[in-house]
């Protein structure tokens, strides 16, 4: 079992900027893909940026070049950096493992309002 933990959430202007945490415990070793993923209010879960155990990343075309994913293996934490944000990235933002032999695990979520 992985279990994760997202922090790092919080009400910014636009243009400004936030880091998002999520940590893991627990399976680590069986995560393969570590996603961050937002949904807005009447809107579907979608993709934000995934980093792969390897270091492999990939982002959706929204947030490419404002956002970066990275990882500390020595943390157990996968960061997602947000800069130059937009009244669009508001949402609840979430963590997301995918495990070996198809396991998944979601994070609580943490909430990101962007408003002047």
């Known amino acids: 079992q992985v279990q994760l933990v997202e922090s790092g959430g919080g009400l910014v202007q636009p243009g400004g900027s936030l880091r998002l945490s999520c940590v893991a415990s627990g399976s680590i070793f069986s995560i393969k893909v570590t996603g961050w993923y937002r949904q807005a209010p009447g809107k579907q879960r979608e993709l934000v940026a995934e980093i792969t155990s390897g270091g492999t990343t990939n982002y959706a075309d929204s947030v490419k070049g404002r956002f970066t994913i990275s990882r500390d293996n020595a943390k157990n934490t996968v960061y997602l950096q947000m800069n130059s944000l937009k009244p669009e990235d508001t949402g609840v933002y979430y963590c997301?493992?995918?495990?070996?032999?198809?396991?998944?695990?979601w994070g609580q979520g943490t909430q990101v309002t962007v408003s002047s």
């Open positions: 997301k493992a995918d495990q070996l032999w198809r396991k998944v695990a």
